[in-house]
């Protein structure tokens, strides 16, 4: 064989092993494709569960139930500084937001009152709920109920009265305070008599002598309520021996 011949064909393998590589191009390409569409499935696959999610959230905290923690006194004995609780949306009925306006915060949506769309039933006397605050809208309050709509409440001396009859509240109450201030100074201990009109309820907290309550700015109105308190499902002390930090004995709780 000449050398023009073994020439010849070495170009000939060479241009063999070219094409082939060029050939294998557009399968590393599609590769790449692959990977990328890959990874962009997955992107997107986690943005939908974390909007869903979100969605799924804000429902629940809109319709079912909501987290609310205890930052004051006001309902010493019965629920502490520091308890977390659940309050129930659909205790009094299926509610519809109203008056709502946009925030930049989460939920992106703050609502100030609510409709009844289906009704379960009405607050009743000795329920706790949270509520909007009448003097400032933008906080929740949580009371309980002493008065219902129609119904006349005085205090004397510290007594509850309920059209003329004392409330029995020794179980769930406490007065830390033996001293009696005159209504005419302050409502604390001498109050009324109201009668409360319709739509309405009257609330006080269980710590009788250090609540900021409907003696001192009114009403509650129906549609202010945001729903019935019914469970403590945390609750954190903060304070002494680390070992007594978490109130451990309050887990799962029921809010009577």
Not at 20 to 38: M, R, V, Y
Not at 45 to 71: G, S
Not at 182 to 194: E, H, L, M, Q, S
């Amino acid at each position: 064989m000449s050398l023009e011949q073994n020439q010849r064909n070495v170009d000939k393998l060479s241009g063999s092993s070219r094409s082939g590589e060029q050939a294998s191009l557009p399968g590393a390409k599609l590769a790449d494709n692959t990977d990328q569409s890959g990874r962009k499935s997955i992107v997107r696959e986690y943005a939908e569960a974390i909007i869903v999610a979100m969605l799924l959230a804000f429902a629940i905290r809109v319709f079912v139930v909501q987290a609310f923690k205890i930052p004051s006194g006001s309902m010493i004995p019965t629920l502490l500084i520091g308890d977390h609780i659940l309050v129930s949306k659909l205790s009094y009925g299926l509610q519809w937001p109203t008056d709502c306006q946009m925030q930049w915060t989460f939920p992106p949506v703050n609502c100030y009152t609510s409709n009844t769309v289906v009704a379960f039933g009405k607050p009743q006397r000795g329920d706790i709920i949270v509520f909007r605050f009448p003097e400032d809208e933008e906080k929740d309050f949580i009371k309980r109920i002493v008065g219902l709509p129609g119904d006349t409440v005085q205090l004397r001396n510290k007594v509850v009265l309920v059209n003329g009859q004392p409330l029995d509240d020794k179980a769930f109450t406490q007065r830390i305070d033996p001293g009696i201030i005159d209504g005419t100074v302050n409502p604390r201990d001498n109050f009324g008599p109201v009668t409360i009109p319709e739509g309405s309820y009257f609330v006080m907290g269980d710590n009788r002598d250090q609540s900021l309550d409907s003696r001192f700015w009114g009403y509650v109105r129906e549609e202010k309520i945001r729903g019935k308190a019914f469970r403590i499902y945390w609750s954190w002390k903060g304070q002494g021996n680390w070992t007594e930090w978490v109130r451990w004995e309050r887990f799962a709780k029921a809010i009577q």
